[in-house]
């Protein structure tokens, strides 16, 4: 009895660990309007930097995402595509963003 309570247990706590959720990493943009790009990134994305580079990859802007839901002002940049590159760690994730 007590071998087939040790082995149900095994049993249990493996697959426990092993159906566990990893959780991964996700962006979503919310919005590219008016000069602004608005997106949401899951919460181990907090930390990450986003680069804002133009055309001739020259980098503009440097900083850190602070929240899971983030706001980047182009207004006062000039007319232009932008790269906007969000990494942290091995995850990246580049945004094309047209300012009118």
Do not use: C, Q, W
């Not at 007590?2 to 996700?26: D, E, G, Q």
């Not at 980047?72 to 994730?93: C, S």
Request: glycine share 2%; hydrophobic share 45%; net charge neutral.
């Amino acid at each position: 009895m007590k071998v087939l309570v040790s082995v149900f247990l095994f049993v249990t706590v493996f697959s426990t660990v092993s159906f566990a959720k990893v959780p991964h990493s996700s962006l979503k943009v919310l919005s590219v309007k008016r000069s602004v790009l608005y997106f949401k990134n899951s919460k181990d994305m907090i930390g990450a930097t986003i680069d804002i580079e133009n055309e001739e990859h020259d980098l503009i802007e440097a900083t850190v995402v602070e929240e899971t839901r983030t706001i980047v002002d182009f207004f006062f940049l000039a007319p232009g595509t932008y790269t906007v590159r969000i990494k942290k760690n091995e995850k990246e994730y580049l945004i094309e963003y047209v300012n009118k």
